[in-house]
């Protein structure tokens, strides 16, 4: 996909299995959302074919996909009931059952005092409670998430992320579109990752370390941990416990047993554990190799 003589999403091809919890991820300006509206027939592609169920998506499908756009396109004036109903009326339900989703619907999300309130009078959170709410109301086979906490507090964040798995449950396949790495962790079974809107790394979450290569060493000791840059990098330093990734031909054995001879330090226990995806993220983005 190219605007111009900007490339913005290059040479890039993916499955999203049905059932999926599919975490489409990269940093501001890796090319998502460009890959998401192409998807939808928002953005003609400069080359290439997308497919939804094996066709071009059409507005007419619009019953089976819910798409939360990064951006609000709610009608602020409106109240919110109104509004859930006009958006569920438009994806097929008829009124009086959209009324009695949506009311049940704000009754979930601790919003029920706020249906005959207008979208502009409510907090950016509460409106993004209300856009999810449009999003998923007729209960859509394929949900589209772009950025869907954005705006939200830790626990409003949890409440969204189970709304989620509540839907997975009951069979929709999901598209999150994010760069929250914890909520990836969490939530997806299968990923893409982009930068520059090449594709860097693609599986399942288990695939996707694997292929990575590198792992760390969790120590937890008393005493002081010494410093040695030959052997490896300490990522994450507690009190009494750290995270060291080993230099690249450096083994396991030579790290503990520098560790274990350490005047100053006594080694209570340690394991050998898999990178977080925030981990893969941050070095995918420092580096830039292609992994997978």
């Not at 060493?217 to 990098?233: H, I, M, R, S, W």
């Not at 790290?255 to 100053?264: E, H, M």
């Given at each position: 996909?190219?605007?111009?003589?900007?490339?913005?999403?290059?040479?890039?091809?993916?499955?999203?299995?049905?059932?999926?919890?599919?975490?489409?991820?990269?940093?501001?300006?890796?090319?998502?959302?460009?890959?998401?509206?192409?998807?939808?027939?928002?953005?003609?592609?400069?080359?290439?074919?997308?497919?939804?169920?094996?066709?071009?998506?059409?507005?007419?499908?619009?019953?089976?996909?819910?798409?939360?756009?990064?951006?609000?396109?709610?009608?602020?004036?409106?109240?919110?009931?109104d509004?859930?109903?006009?958006?569920?009326?438009?994806?097929?339900?008829?009124?009086?059952e959209?009324?009695?989703?949506?009311?049940?619907?704000?009754?979930?999300?601790?919003?029920?005092?706020?249906?005959?309130?207008?979208?502009?009078s409510?907090?950016?959170?509460q409106?993004?409670?209300?856009?999810?709410?449009?999003?998923?109301?007729?209960?859509?086979?394929?949900m589209?998430?772009?950025?869907?906490?954005?705006?939200?507090?830790?626990?409003?964040?949890?409440?969204?992320m189970?709304?989620?798995?509540?839907?997975?449950?009951?069979?929709?396949?999901?598209i999150?579109?994010?760069?929250?790495?914890?909520?990836?962790?969490?939530?997806?079974?299968?990923?893409?990752?982009?930068?520059?809107?090449?594709?860097?790394?693609?599986?399942?979450?288990?695939?996707?370390?694997?292929?990575?290569?590198?792992?760390?060493?969790?120590?937890?000791?008393?005493?002081?941990?010494?410093?040695?840059?030959?052997?490896?990098?300490?990522?994450?330093?507690?009190?009494?416990?750290?995270?060291?990734?080993?230099?690249?031909?450096?083994?396991?054995?030579?790290?503990?047993?520098?560790?274990?001879?350490?005047?100053?330090?006594?080694?209570?226990?340690?394991?050998?554990?898999?990178?977080?995806?925030?981990?893969?993220f941050?070095?995918?983005?420092?580096?830039?190799?292609?992994?997978?």
């Amino acid at each position: 996909m190219a605007f111009g003589e900007h490339r913005v999403v290059n040479d890039l091809s993916f499955e999203v299995n049905k059932g999926d919890v599919f975490g489409l991820l990269g940093a501001n300006g890796a090319g998502k959302t460009t890959t998401i509206r192409t998807l939808l027939a928002l953005l003609e592609p400069t080359s290439g074919t997308l497919l939804v169920d094996g066709e071009r998506y059409q507005p007419a499908r619009s019953a089976d996909v819910g798409y939360l756009p990064e951006e609000r396109g709610l009608y602020r004036n409106e109240t919110v009931l109104d509004t859930m109903i006009y958006f569920g009326v438009l994806h097929g339900l008829a009124q009086s059952e959209a009324r009695a989703r949506a009311v049940r619907y704000l009754e979930r999300v601790g919003l029920p005092d706020k249906a005959e309130e207008t979208l502009l009078s409510l907090s950016g959170g509460q409106q993004q409670k209300v856009q999810l709410g449009v999003t998923i109301l007729h209960e859509p086979a394929l949900m589209i998430l772009d950025e869907p906490t954005e705006a939200l507090d830790p626990v409003n964040r949890s409440l969204l992320m189970n709304i989620i798995n509540e839907r997975r449950d009951q069979g929709a396949t999901i598209i999150l579109v994010t760069h929250r790495m914890e909520e990836v962790e969490q939530l997806c079974n299968r990923i893409l990752l982009l930068k520059n809107g090449e594709r860097q790394l693609y599986g399942t979450v288990p695939e996707v370390k694997a292929k990575f290569g590198t792992k760390l060493l969790a120590v937890k000791f008393t005493g002081q941990l010494p410093k040695n840059p030959a052997l490896y990098e300490v990522t994450k330093a507690l009190p009494q416990s750290a995270e060291l990734k080993w230099r690249p031909g450096v083994e396991t054995d030579q790290v503990l047993k520098f560790l274990a001879n350490a005047p100053d330090l006594h080694l209570n226990a340690f394991s050998v554990e898999q990178p977080s995806l925030n981990d893969i993220f941050i070095e995918l983005y420092q580096t830039g190799g292609e992994h997978g």
